[in-house]
């Protein structure tokens, strides 16, 4: 199967080529697809259509006769004239009462017409719930297929994967359900069938134990020979969010992690809307179709060069960068000034396209970081940053934060306020419980009494609790999470994501891959961070013993819970530091503070509404 | 019923054909392991004659009934049963028929008198014998028989002539008198070349090209069974094979023979004498070019033979030629030792399979292996897996997993060391399905070792179902929750509760608090808001039975009925020990009762607000005082309450309201909110500069940006220096 080019970046860049992973996937859904010959309509879940756009592009589907696509909707279909008519959708009972709709409309249709022949995949795989649920609709008879399409990672860059689980930190921490940590199992032993077992298992948080106890069993479960695959990941570091909540919280400075802030990034796309608006001046948004804004849809990786290098810049470092590419891409259309030779002037032709994609290229990023800069250099911005670093640096900060009072009064987003709040919680181990009482309240008077659930549950996942052991500043110090002279442009440390903070997360990462003799104090340290923390060796089959593994360490570290863009860049900038020393990031969602609180408000009104 | 034949399938299973038109399939060990139909004209009107036979690795069976009509089976592994068409005329018993399966189709050749009849499923076509009509007058034909590849067909006369020919009837081999008119007992075909007739006392072997006879003496009676290369002689005390002897033997052993192998035979015998003919032998063979072709030959006659000591012999004489060889793989030697090894160990009395090289080779390596577990030779089988380095899911996990099924219905046994003996043996061996070998404990009643067995599955998937079939609920729900497979999960907790009371449901649950949570879920999913509160209640959770009543407050829109909601959700959050979930609780109850009387006093909508955009809408309103008296009731510190009034009253445009609140007392939260306020609200820049000269000095020029005044801030910039 042809990798189609604008997937090309995934598999050449990296030294583990994860293209394999969607290849995979691609496979997979041409199985699936293949199971119902003939043309086709697909009715698509419509939350997998961003992971879709990762796996296949339309042209794959339509070699694969699918000839017409719909998002799943209650009632019936849109018109459309194939027999073959195949769903494809998450095991959620919802989703369930709409598939049974669609079909029964169908049916009542095809009496008169013709007989539709009807096939259900699920992604990534059956329920029993789902099931049942459809015998109870009346309708899983009328399926000709019912299958799974295990569609779990998604192949962001050469070096990132997601499982896009959104609510897998909701899901694990708060509701107590596990089902995303078995995902998280099973896509490790997907990974580790590619890719050979990995010898060594590091997990620090409990989720990290359920996920490193389930690869084992499963280990033991997949039954026949050993695999023969010769381990090209030496480590894995399975890091549980709730080990470090600090970092999702806190801004995330680096272009990337900005776009995702202020914009929003859904796998990989970037609204292209924002950026036509500008090249039409005054173009009035609401009169662009849906379809031009697809068309518009820009994909941010590495296939992008100046993309690549700037994504996980701070951002202070980005603008000059822009003005140099500025210059290289006009000094390379001036070459044709010199071309005078009939040589010379091909040569010049055969770079135009490469010239072309990078000026517009760079037209979009000058776009996006114009947009950018206009948000970091408000006073808005400024203020949350300020309080921020002070959070951060203060040993003591346990009292009423004015500035957080002026959000609460002023109406600001109730995410922004809880962020701060929350920042504030986690950075002193937890409120004196009068101030608690306090945040509390101000919050429920500020943005009414429907938010109550959500303290109670910003307490269960421990981003707002009363106090607790006090160890983040011996974490602080001892982690050097603080660093004070860093810098943007040339950084020397993973604290320049975050202009001075060193995510945790990482630096666990960092830890656990380099020789422990430099890291005095750690250890003590590691046993107070709430979490079980071990290490695993997974027996490597005889004859495929480590041999040249030793030049070639690649470290897998996978974020159970989510992890931020600007994680991702200071691993990339661990993973350049030394040579042969790589890491690759799995996770089960890319996520940022908002994104990751928005999960956890439980808002009642809306609760109630739902449910009626 | 009578039997009416008898015979054995292509996986050894013994099956007895019944004149009650049933067959009964037993195991080698006499258990009967299945029963087929064999169509209802033949249950009614019973069966006269049947016959058995194998074809493409599957048994069939034709019957014929009293009424004489031919049915089919001709794979007795799906039984579906066909009538075949009637040939004319019968209304007696054809004087003999055999079964032809050509193409995987299954036929009958009838012999009705002397007319001949190709009866199939879908058609039938009288056939013409070639070279025997209008020269031999016969009246019937007794007796017929195929050869076991169904290529070859003979048939006898009742004048005593032997016809051979092809199965398509167009070519004749030849014909033979037999020179007596009694049919005899038996004929069968001996491999593809030889057809054996059964007189009793001697058995006749006719060989039609060039035509042949043979006579064979007797000593008791026989009974002849045809096997792909030869024919079985079955005596009361004896058990023979009879077959063609082949080519290469006849060369390597014919006394004289200068053929290249026998060359290297004799080379080694004297080499072993030490006489120098050795060398001599050698070099004529080499000279010849033929040493590979010898030792090939002396190879594959090796595996002809059944004395393991001229076995020997011959790969001896292949090992001394081979090294005269400078590049010779040894690869066909390798196999063949290996072959002949297995072989020699299989015709052992004790393991009685006396099979060629040839049968072995058409059995294949696989179904010998499944050979040796029907006959529980275990150890054997164990051994030629390691010996041959098989795979294990095809050779030792397949062979002890036979062995454990069969070790859990040993009745006498105590489960627990049975289970002991189980586990012990399979330990080291990856890829075994305790479920399967469970499942067989379950099935002859073990329940309790089908368990202790389930405990090694690591495969939840095949552990769960069964321990739930076994009604082992709890048991099933625990190893669900171990495999973290919410799938299965949810499917134990669903047939737990299906089983149990809810009350004891709940107590068994609240036990697993995965199980638990998952459910809850699932409850949260499917909107069951009394099973949650249910739930709840079952467990003393008395937060989330506030937190479930004080959401189901916002279902209904009457002030009344959510306040009384609100009020047991506020009863639940004290038993609960959460005094600021108590605390607000009563707060918004307080609320709401304020909200609604301002609701009928002023006519605007009040309810779904929070505090602050009460107080907010309260002020905007003008309803200073009912906003005052909001902060007062509700305690709103007062730099909140200056932040929201000077909000509000910038947005309503009260500029002398908001002048005079500046005034009326020192701001707790400074002044630059007033000006932040007025650009906000209505980029009102005049009332804005009213308030700068009151914002600390170094914060001035932050304002008048705000403004855009950039003169003024230069100014200030300059001032302030």
Same mark, same amino acid.
């Given at each position: 199967?042809?990798?189609?080019?604008?997937?090309?970046?995934?598999?050449?860049?990296?030294?583990?080529?994860?293209?394999?992973?969607?290849?995979?996937?691609?496979?997979?859904?041409?199985?699936?697809?293949?199971?119902?010959?003939?043309?086709?309509?697909?009715? &698509?879940?419509?939350? %997998?259509?961003?992971?879709? !756009?990762?796996?296949?592009? /339309?042209?794959?589907?339509?070699?694969?006769?699918?000839?017409?696509?719909?998002?799943?909707?209650?009632?019936?279909?849109?018109?459309?004239?194939?027999?073959?008519?195949?769903?494809?959708?998450?095991?959620?009972?919802?989703?369930?009462? &709409?598939?049974?709709?669609?079909?029964?409309?169908?049916?009542?249709?095809?009496?008169?017409?013709?007989?539709?022949?009807?096939?259900?995949?699920?992604?990534?795989?059956?329920?029993?719930?789902?099931?049942?649920?459809?015998?109870?609709?009346?309708?899983? *008879?009328?399926?000709?297929?019912?299958?799974?399409?295990?569609?779990?990672?998604?192949?962001? !860059?050469? !070096?990132?994967?997601?499982?896009?689980?959104?609510? *897998?930190?909701?899901?694990?921490?708060?509701?107590?359900?596990?089902?995303?940590?078995?995902?998280?199992?099973?896509?490790?032993?997907?990974?580790?069938?590619?890719?050979?077992?990995?010898?060594?298992?590091?997990?620090?948080?409990?989720?990290?134990?359920?996920?490193?106890?389930?690869?084992?069993?499963?280990?033991?479960?997949?039954?026949?020979? +050993?695999?023969?695959?010769?381990?090209?990941?030496?480590?894995?570091?399975?890091? +549980?969010?709730?080990?470090?909540?600090?970092?999702?919280?806190?801004?995330?400075?680096?272009?990337?992690?900005?776009?995702?802030?202020?914009?929003?990034?859904?796998?990989?796309?970037?609204?292209?809307?924002?950026?036509?608006?500008?090249?039409?001046?005054?173009?009035?948004?609401?009169?662009?179709?849906?379809?031009?804004?697809?068309?518009?849809?820009?994909?941010?990786?590495?296939?992008?060069?100046?993309?690549?290098?700037?994504?996980?810049?701070?951002?202070?470092?980005?603008?000059?960068?822009?003005?140099?590419?500025?210059?290289?891409?006009?000094?390379?259309?001036?070459?044709?000034? +010199?071309?005078?030779?009939?040589?010379?002037?091909?040569?010049?032709?055969?770079?135009?396209?490469?010239?072309?994609?990078?000026?517009?290229? %760079?037209?979009?990023?000058?776009?996006? *970081?114009?947009?950018?800069?206009?948000?970091?250099?408000?006073?808005? /911005?400024?203020?949350?940053?300020?309080?921020?670093?002070?959070?951060?640096?203060?040993?003591?900060?346990?009292?009423?934060?004015?500035?957080?009072?002026?959000?609460?009064?002023?109406?600001?987003?109730?995410?922004?306020?809880?962020?701060?709040?929350?920042?504030?919680?986690?950075?002193?181990?937890?409120?004196?419980?009068?101030?608690?009482?306090?945040?509390?309240?101000?919050?429920?008077?500020?943005?009414?009494?429907?938010?109550?659930?959500?303290?109670?549950?910003?307490?269960?996942?421990?981003?707002?609790?009363?106090?607790?052991?006090?160890?983040?500043?011996?974490?602080?110090? *001892?982690?050097?999470?603080?660093?004070? +002279?860093?810098?943007?442009?040339?950084?020397?440390?993973?604290?320049?994501?975050?202009?001075?903070?060193?995510?945790?997360?990482?630096?666990?990462?960092?830890?656990?891959?380099?020789?422990?003799?430099? &890291?005095?104090?750690?250890?003590?340290?590691?046993?107070?961070?709430?979490?079980?923390?071990?290490?695993?060796?997974?027996?490597?089959?005889?004859?495929?013993?480590?041999?040249?593994?030793?030049?070639?360490?690649?470290?897998?570290?996978?974020?159970?819970?989510?992890?931020?863009?600007?994680?991702?860049?200071?691993?990339?900038?661990?993973?350049?530091?030394?040579?042969?020393? !790589?890491?690759?990031?799995?996770?089960?969602?890319?996520?940022?503070?908002?994104?990751?609180?928005?999960? %956890?408000?439980?808002?009642?009104?809306?609760?109630?509404?739902?449910?009626? | 019923?009578?039997?009416? =034949? @008898?015979?054995?399938?292509?996986?050894?299973?013994?099956?007895?054909?019944?004149?009650?038109?049933?067959?009964?399939?037993?195991?080698?060990?006499?258990?009967?392991?299945?029963?087929?139909?064999?169509?209802?004209?033949?249950?009614?009107?019973?069966?006269?004659?049947?016959?058995?036979?194998?074809?493409?690795?599957?048994?069939?069976?034709?019957?014929?009934?009293?009424?004489?009509?031919?049915?089919?089976?001709?794979?007795?592994?799906?039984?579906?049963?066909?009538?075949?068409?009637?040939?004319?005329?019968?209304?007696?018993?054809?004087?003999?028929?055999?079964?032809?399966?050509?193409?995987?189709?299954?036929?009958?050749?009838?012999?009705?008198?002397?007319?001949?009849?190709?009866?199939?499923?879908?058609?039938?076509?009288?056939?013409?014998?070639?070279?025997?009509?209008?020269?031999?007058?016969?009246?019937?034909?007794?007796?017929?028989?195929?050869?076991?590849?169904?290529?070859?067909?003979?048939?006898?006369?009742?004048?005593?002539?032997?016809?051979?020919?092809?199965?398509?009837?167009?070519?004749?081999?030849?014909?033979?008198?037999?020179?007596?008119?009694?049919?005899?007992?038996?004929?069968?075909?001996?491999?593809?070349?030889?057809?054996?007739?059964?007189?009793?006392?001697?058995?006749?072997?006719?060989?039609?090209?060039?035509?042949?006879?043979?006579?064979?003496?007797?000593?008791?009676?026989?009974?002849?069974?045809?096997?792909?290369?030869?024919?079985?002689?079955?005596?009361?005390?004896?058990?023979?094979?009879?077959?063609?002897?082949?080519?290469? =033997?006849?060369?390597?052993?014919?006394?004289?023979?200068?053929?290249?192998?026998?060359?290297?035979?004799?080379?080694?015998?004297?080499?072993?004498?030490?006489?120098?003919?050795?060398?001599?032998?050698?070099?004529?063979?080499?000279?010849?070019?033929?040493?590979?072709?010898?030792?090939?030959?002396?190879?594959?006659?090796?595996?002809?033979?059944?004395?393991?000591?001229?076995?020997?012999?011959?790969?001896?004489?292949?090992?001394?030629?081979?090294?005269?060889?400078?590049?010779?793989?040894?690869?066909?030697?390798?196999?063949?030792?290996?072959?002949?090894?297995?072989?020699?160990?299989?015709?052992?009395?004790?393991?009685?399979?006396?099979?060629?090289?040839?049968?072995?080779?058409?059995?294949?390596?696989?179904?010998?292996?499944?050979?040796?577990?029907?006959?529980?030779?275990?150890?054997?089988?164990?051994?030629?897996?390691?010996?041959?380095?098989?795979?294990?899911?095809?050779?030792?996990?397949?062979?002890?997993?036979?062995?454990?099924?069969?070790?859990?219905?040993?009745?006498?046994?105590?489960?627990?060391?049975?289970?002991?003996?189980?586990?012990?043996?399979?330990?080291?061996?990856?890829?075994?399905?305790?479920?399967?070998?469970?499942?067989?404990?379950?099935?002859?009643?073990?329940?309790?070792?089908?368990?202790?067995?389930?405990?090694?599955?690591?495969?939840?998937?095949?552990?769960?179902?069964?321990?739930? #079939?076994?009604?082992?609920?709890?048991?099933?729900?625990?190893?669900?929750?171990?495999?973290?497979?919410?799938?299965?999960?949810?499917?134990?907790?669903?047939?737990?509760?299906?089983?149990?009371?809810?009350?004891?449901?709940?107590?068994?649950?609240?036990?697993?608090?995965?199980?638990?949570?998952?459910?809850?879920?699932?409850?949260?999913?499917?909107?069951?808001?009394?099973?949650? @509160?249910?739930?709840?209640?079952?467990?003393?959770?008395?937060?989330?039975?506030?937190?479930?009543?004080?959401?189901?407050?916002?279902?209904?829109?009457?002030?009344?009925?959510?306040?009384?909601?609100?009020?047991?959700?506020?009863?639940?959050?004290?038993?609960?020990?959460?005094?600021?979930?108590?605390?607000?609780?009563?707060?918004?109850?307080?609320?709401?009762?304020?909200?609604?009387?301002?609701?009928?006093?002023?006519?605007?909508?009040?309810?779904?607000?929070?505090?602050?955009?009460?107080?907010?809408?309260?002020?905007?309103?003008?309803?200073?005082?009912?906003?005052?008296?909001?902060? #007062?009731?509700?305690?709103?510190?007062?730099?909140?309450?200056?932040?929201?009034?000077?909000?509000?009253?910038?947005?309503?445009?009260?500029?002398?309201?908001?002048?005079?609140?500046?005034?009326?007392?020192?701001?707790?939260?400074?002044?630059?909110?007033?000006?932040?306020?007025?650009?906000?609200?209505?980029?009102?820049?005049?009332?804005?500069?009213?308030?700068?000269?009151?914002?600390?000095?170094?914060?001035?020029?932050?304002?008048?940006?705000?403004?855009?005044?950039?003169?003024?801030?230069?100014?200030?910039?300059?001032?302030?220096?």
């Amino acid at each position: 199967m042809a990798t189609n080019s604008s997937f090309a970046h995934l598999s050449t860049s990296g030294r583990v080529n994860l293209g394999i992973v969607r290849d995979a996937s691609r496979r997979e859904l041409s199985e699936c697809l293949r199971q119902c010959p003939g043309s086709k309509t697909v009715v &698509w879940d419509e939350y %997998l259509f961003d992971p879709l !756009d990762l796996v296949a592009e /339309f042209s794959l589907l339509q070699e694969l006769e699918v000839r017409k696509m719909f998002p799943l909707a209650p009632g019936r279909l849109p018109p459309h004239d194939q027999q073959n008519i195949i769903f494809f959708t998450r095991p959620k009972l919802s989703l369930m009462k &709409w598939v049974a709709e669609n079909v029964a409309s169908e049916m009542k249709k095809s009496r008169t017409k013709y007989d539709v022949k009807f096939s259900l995949f699920f992604v990534p795989r059956k329920s029993l719930l789902c099931e049942d649920k459809l015998k109870e609709l009346e309708v899983f *008879a009328d399926f000709e297929v019912i299958g799974e399409f295990n569609l779990l990672l998604l192949l962001f !860059d050469y !070096d990132l994967m997601s499982l896009e689980l959104e609510l *897998a930190f909701r899901e694990c921490h708060l509701e107590e359900d596990y089902s995303s940590l078995y995902y998280v199992a099973r896509s490790l032993m997907i990974l580790q069938t590619i890719f050979g077992t990995i010898p060594k298992i590091i997990y620090k948080g409990n989720c990290g134990k359920r996920v490193a106890n389930m690869i084992v069993r499963m280990r033991k479960e997949t039954s026949g020979p +050993d695999d023969q695959t010769k381990s090209q990941i030496s480590r894995l570091i399975l890091v +549980d969010r709730t080990v470090d909540l600090i970092t999702p919280v806190l801004s995330q400075l680096t272009y990337e992690g900005l776009i995702d802030e202020h914009v929003g990034l859904k796998c990989t796309k970037f609204p292209g809307e924002l950026l036509k608006q500008r090249d039409h001046g005054s173009a009035n948004p609401e009169e662009d179709t849906q379809s031009a804004a697809i068309r518009q849809t820009v994909r941010l990786n590495s296939g992008d060069n100046l993309y690549a290098e700037i994504r996980d810049l701070n951002f202070q470092a980005v603008p000059p960068i822009l003005s140099r590419q500025a210059k290289k891409i006009s000094a390379a259309y001036a070459e044709r000034h +010199d071309a005078v030779s009939v040589n010379q002037i091909k040569q010049f032709v055969t770079k135009l396209p490469s010239i072309q994609a990078a000026k517009k290229s %760079l037209a979009n990023h000058t776009t996006i *970081a114009e947009m950018l800069k206009k948000i970091t250099d408000d006073s808005a /911005f400024r203020d949350k940053l300020q309080f921020e670093q002070e959070m951060i640096a203060t040993v003591d900060i346990d009292k009423i934060n004015m500035y957080i009072e002026e959000l609460l009064a002023t109406g600001q987003p109730i995410t922004k306020v809880l962020r701060l709040i929350c920042l504030q919680s986690l950075v002193s181990n937890g409120l004196k419980p009068k101030l608690f009482e306090f945040y509390c309240k101000e919050i429920l008077q500020a943005y009414g009494y429907e938010y109550l659930p959500t303290l109670i549950n910003l307490e269960k996942v421990g981003l707002l609790t009363t106090q607790q052991p006090k160890i983040f500043s011996s974490i602080r110090k *001892a982690l050097r999470l603080l660093v004070d +002279d860093i810098n943007e442009q040339q950084p020397t440390d993973i604290s320049f994501a975050y202009s001075g903070y060193a995510p945790l997360s990482v630096r666990l990462a960092q830890y656990f891959t380099e020789d422990k003799q430099s &890291w005095k104090g750690v250890e003590e340290v590691l046993k107070t961070i709430p979490g079980e923390f071990s290490e695993i060796a997974q027996q490597i089959p005889g004859g495929l013993s480590d041999k040249g593994m030793e030049k070639n360490d690649t470290t897998l570290v996978f974020f159970i819970g989510g992890c931020t863009y600007a994680e991702i860049a200071a691993l990339r900038f661990l993973s350049k530091q030394e040579e042969g020393n !790589d890491f690759i990031i799995a996770t089960t969602k890319l996520l940022n503070g908002t994104s990751l609180l928005e999960t %956890l408000i439980d808002d009642m009104s809306k609760a109630a509404a739902k449910s009626n | 019923g009578k039997i009416v =034949t @008898m015979g054995w399938s292509y996986s050894e299973e013994l099956i007895c054909i019944l004149d009650a038109g049933i067959a009964l399939v037993f195991d080698l060990f006499g258990t009967q392991i299945d029963s087929i139909h064999l169509g209802q004209e033949a249950k009614e009107m019973k069966i006269v004659d049947a016959k058995l036979f194998l074809h493409d690795n599957v048994a069939g069976i034709v019957v014929l009934t009293t009424n004489y009509r031919f049915y089919t089976i001709s794979n007795i592994q799906n039984k579906a049963c066909r009538r075949c068409q009637d040939p004319p005329g019968l209304d007696f018993t054809p004087s003999s028929w055999v079964v032809l399966c050509i193409d995987r189709s299954t036929k009958i050749v009838i012999a009705i008198n002397t007319d001949l009849y190709l009866s199939g499923v879908a058609d039938i076509v009288k056939l013409q014998l070639q070279g025997i009509t209008g020269q031999i007058n016969y009246n019937s034909i007794t007796l017929m028989a195929t050869s076991t590849s169904y290529k070859y067909i003979s048939l006898i006369t009742d004048t005593g002539h032997l016809w051979i020919g092809s199965t398509d009837f167009r070519n004749c081999y030849g014909i033979f008198d037999t020179n007596t008119q009694t049919v005899p007992l038996d004929m069968i075909w001996c491999g593809a070349g030889a057809v054996v007739l059964n007189w009793g006392d001697e058995l006749q072997i006719v060989g039609p090209h060039p035509l042949t006879v043979q006579t064979l003496p007797l000593i008791g009676s026989a009974c002849l069974t045809a096997d792909i290369d030869g024919v079985r002689i079955v005596t009361t005390d004896t058990h023979e094979l009879l077959h063609e002897v082949p080519l290469e =033997t006849e060369e390597v052993f014919k006394v004289g023979s200068a053929a290249s192998g026998a060359m290297l035979l004799d080379a080694m015998k004297e080499y072993e004498k030490g006489s120098s003919k050795a060398d001599e032998y050698v070099r004529i063979i080499k000279t010849n070019g033929t040493l590979g072709d010898a030792i090939e030959q002396c190879i594959k006659v090796a595996g002809l033979e059944y004395d393991p000591l001229t076995q020997r012999m011959l790969l001896k004489a292949a090992s001394f030629g081979k090294s005269f060889m400078d590049q010779y793989s040894p690869q066909s030697f390798v196999n063949m030792s290996q072959i002949l090894r297995i072989l020699n160990n299989i015709r052992h009395y004790k393991i009685g399979i006396p099979i060629t090289l040839k049968q072995f080779e058409y059995l294949t390596l696989p179904v010998l292996i499944d050979r040796l577990i029907l006959r529980e030779h275990y150890a054997l089988a164990l051994h030629i897996c390691d010996y041959l380095r098989i795979p294990g899911d095809e050779g030792k996990c397949r062979i002890l997993s036979h062995w454990a099924c069969k070790k859990v219905k040993q009745k006498n046994t105590d489960d627990k060391d049975i289970a002991k003996a189980i586990a012990n043996k399979l330990n080291d061996v990856t890829g075994i399905s305790y479920a399967t070998i469970a499942a067989e404990a379950k099935s002859v009643g073990r329940y309790e070792l089908a368990i202790k067995l389930l405990d090694f599955e690591p495969r939840a998937n095949e552990q769960v179902p069964l321990l739930m #079939k076994m009604k082992k609920e709890d048991i099933a729900l625990n190893k669900a929750i171990e495999s973290g497979d919410s799938d299965l999960i949810y499917m134990a907790i669903f047939h737990l509760k299906g089983t149990l009371q809810l009350g004891e449901f709940f107590r068994t649950i609240h036990k697993m608090p995965v199980a638990l949570k998952l459910f809850e879920k699932y409850c949260r999913e499917i909107n069951d808001h009394r099973l949650l @509160m249910d739930v709840a209640k079952q467990f003393d959770d008395f937060q989330k039975a506030g937190i479930y009543v004080a959401q189901s407050s916002y279902k209904t829109n009457n002030a009344e009925d959510r306040i009384d909601k609100l009020n047991e959700a506020a009863r639940a959050f004290s038993a609960a020990d959460r005094p600021i979930c108590k605390r607000s609780t009563e707060d918004q109850i307080n609320l709401l009762r304020l909200q609604s009387v301002m609701e009928t006093d002023l006519g605007q909508p009040f309810v779904e607000m929070s505090l602050n955009e009460t107080a907010y809408q309260l002020i905007f309103l003008g309803r200073l005082k009912l906003a005052d008296k909001l902060k #007062k009731d509700f305690k709103i510190p007062d730099r909140r309450y200056w932040w929201i009034k000077i909000r509000a009253l910038a947005q309503s445009r009260s500029w002398d309201e908001l002048e005079r609140f500046s005034k009326s007392k020192k701001s707790p939260i400074g002044y630059e909110p007033f000006v932040d306020a007025c650009i906000n609200s209505h980029k009102n820049a005049t009332e804005a500069c009213k308030y700068i000269e009151r914002v600390p000095l170094s914060k001035q020029a932050k304002c008048y940006i705000k403004i855009g005044l950039v003169y003024e801030r230069i100014s200030v910039y300059i001032h302030s220096q």
